[in-house]
C-alpha cells in the first residue's frame, strides 16, 4: 500500500533521529565517551547538538525552501524575543553582520548629521577580531583606537573622551571581548551626551548580562542602538555560518540593514511575496519611470548576506538549549578560574568588568554600582612578565598536550599585516590615541582557553591538572 507524503516524511525524521543518535551522540557533553588524556583531543570550542538540530535541518530539507522563508522568520522572532530587541535580522555571518550594521548608518535615508561618510570616525578597540573594525574601513570611514584594559579584555576607556572629534566623529563599535561586557555605563552615556551611534559587536557574547547603577540586569546587545551576532561553530549557539543584527528600538534601521543584506533594494516584501507595501508598480524614485516594479528599485549598494533556511531551521533548536549553554560555560569558567587558583604568582586571571578581585565566594566589585554576568566565550589569562616561559610557550606546549588554546584573536590590531599596509598606503586611514600598551600587552601575554559546553569535567580537569604540571616544571 502507497503511503502519503506525510507518513514518508515522518518515516525519514524517524529514522534521521536514529542515525544521529548513533552516529553524532558523543557531540552531547552527557555522553559518556572515553576520554583518554593526551590522546583525545580538547578543543576551545565546538559545536554542541542532538537529533533534535539533525531532524530540523532534514526537515527543512525536505520542504525545500532553501533561501531565507519561514523557518528564518520564525528564529528570527525567537531571537529578538529571548534578548529583547525589537526585531533580529539574519545573516549569513557574525562578520556580515557587522559589515551590515556599519553600512546602515551611511544611508542617505538617515538625517544628515548623523550619516557616516567617507572620512567620518568610528571610535572602536586596538584589541580584539579584526571584523570588528573592518567595517569601518570598508565603508570609507576612520576607525580611531583607544587601548584595551588586559584583565577585561575590553576597551580601556581613559582615553574616550580624547578620541572625539566634534563633527567628524559619528559612532562607537566595540565588541564584548570573550562574552565579558564593556563598560556599557560610561559608554552609553558618552554617546548619548555626543549624539553617536552604538553597534555593540555581541558575537562572543549571548546571554550575557550587565546592569547599570540603578537599573535592572539586561542582556548585552540591547544597550546600543544596533548590535550583532555570530552562529558560527565555537560561539554560543550555531547554525553552522550563520549571524544577525539586532534592531533595539528603531524600527528605521530594520529597513536599512535589510535593505543592505537583500542586495540594497528599496523594496521590503519578504522573499516569496510580492506588494506587501500595496504600490508595488506607485513608486517614483530616483530616475526610474513612475511605475517602475518597486522589487527591483535599489536605493543603496547592497549585499547578498542571508544564510539557508535549513540552517535557520538547526538555529531554532539550539535556541531551545541556550539557557544550558550559557550556564555550562558560566560553570566551565569558574571551574578554571578554581582550578588555577593557585597560579597567581605565574599568570593573571581575567575579571569581569566593574569586579577588583575574584574570590571562591565570587567577584568583589567596584563603587561604580554596575555589575555584570558574563556569558563566557572563553577563560583568558595572561602570562606574567617575571614567569619563566611565555604565552607561546604555554600555547605550544598545550596544543603538544591536545589542549586547544587561542591567541586574544588579532592581539593589537594596528599590528596585524592588513593594517600596517593600510597605514603605508594611507596615513589617515585610521588614528590611534595613546600608547596602546594595554593591547600590546594583550598580544604578548594573553591566551585564552575553552569554556563552551561540550567540555566534560574529565577535560577540565586534565586542562588544570596540564597547565599546573607545566609551570611547576
Known amino acids: 500500500m502507497s503511503r502519503t507524503p506525510e507518513e514518508l516524511k515522518a518515516e525519514i525524521l524517524r529514522m534521521t533521529r536514529e542515525y544521529s543518535n ?158 565579558n561586557p564593556f563598560d556599557l555605563s560610561r559608554v552609553v552615556d558618552f554617546c548619548s551626551r555626543y549624539g553617536l551611534w552604538l553597534i555593540e559587536d555581541n558575537c562572543d557574547a549571548l546571554g550575557s548580562a550587565y546592569r547599570m547603577p540603578g537599573g535592572d540586569m539586561k542582556l548585552t546587545g540591547t544597550f546600543g542602538d544596533l548590535s550583532t551576532q555570530s552562529f558560527y561553530p565555537p560561539h554560543h549557539l550555531t547554525m553552522g555560518e550563520g549571524g544577525a543584527v539586532n534592531v533595539v528600538s528603531d524600527m528605521k534601521l530594520k529597513v536599512l540593514v535589510e535593505s543592505f543584506r537583500d542586495w540594497g533594494r528599496d523594496c521590503w516584501c519578504a522573499s516569496g511575496k510580492d506588494n506587501t507595501c500595496n504600490k508595488r508598480f506607485g513608486w517614483k524614485l530616483g530616475e526610474l519611470p513612475e511605475g517602475y516594479d518597486h522589487k527591483y528599485i535599489y536605493s543603496h549598494l547592497g549585499y547578498n548576506m542571508k544564510p539557508l533556511d535549513p540552517q535557520a531551521a538547526i538555529g531554532r533548536q539550539q535556541l531551545k538549549k541556550l539557557p544550558a549553554f550559557i550556564q555550562a560555560r558560566k560553570k566551565n569558567w569558574e571551574t578554571l578560574r578554581r582550578g588555577l587558583a593557585d597560579l597567581e604568582d605565574t599568570f593573571e586571571f581575567s575579571l569581569p568588568t566593574h569586579a577588583k578581585a575574584w574570590t571562591t565566594d565570587g567577584f568583589v566589585w567596584d563603587h561604580s554600582g554596575a555589575v555584570c554576568s558574563p556569558s563566557w566565550f572563553g577563560f583568558l589569562l595572561l602570562v606574567r612578565p617575571s614567569a619563566p616561559f611565555t604565552s607561546r610557550d604555554l600555547a605550544r606546549y598545550l596544543d ?56 566534560s569535567p574529565a577535560m577540565l580537569a586534565y586542562m588544570i591538572e596540564t597547565i599546573g604540571n607545566f609551570v611547576r616544571k
Open 22 to 179: 548513533l552516529v553524532h551522540m558523543p557531540n552531547h557533553p552527557g555522553h559518556p565517551s572515553a576520554f583518554v588524556p593526551g590522546e583525545t583531543i580538547v578543543p576551545y570550542a565546538g559545536r554542541v547538538f542532538d537529533a533534535d538540530e539533525v531532524e530540523a535541518a532534514v526537515s527543512s530539507t525536505l520542504d525545500f525552501w532553501l533561501t531565507l522563508g519561514p523557518e528564518g522568520e520564525a528564529f528570527e522572532g525567537e531571537l529578538a524575543s529571548f534578548l529583547g530587541t525589537r526585531r533580529s535580522l539574519l545573516t549569513n555571518s557574525g562578520s556580515s553582520a557587522n559589515l551590515l550594521a556599519l553600512s546602515s548608518l551611511t544611508s542617505h535615508k538617515l538625517p544628515e548629521e548623523r550619516r557616516i561618510r567617507r572620512g567620518d570616525e568610528v571610535i572602536t578597540c586596538a584589541a580584539g577580531f579584526p571584523t570588528t573594525v573592518a567595517p569601518i574601513v570598508q565603508n570609507g570611514a576612520v576607525p580611531v583606537f583607544i587601548d584595551a584594559d588586559p584583565l577585561t579584555g575590553n576597551a580601556s576607556l581613559e582615553h574616550l573622551e580624547e578620541a572625539y572629534r566634534p563633527g567628524k566623529t559619528k559612532a562607537v563599535m566595540m565588541a564584548h571581548g570573550l562574552g
Open 400 to 455: 603538544e598536550k591536545k589542549i586547544g588554546n587561542r591567541m586574544f584573536f588579532g592581539g593589537n590590531l594596528i599590528r596585524q599585516p592588513a593594517f600596517v599596509q593600510l597605514k603605508k598606503e594611507q596615513p589617515e586611514a585610521f588614528r590611534t590615541i595613546g600608547d596602546l600598551k594595554g593591547a600590546d600587552r594583550i598580544m604578548q601575554e594573553a591566551l585564552f582557553l575553552g569554556t563552551y559546553p561540550g567540555l
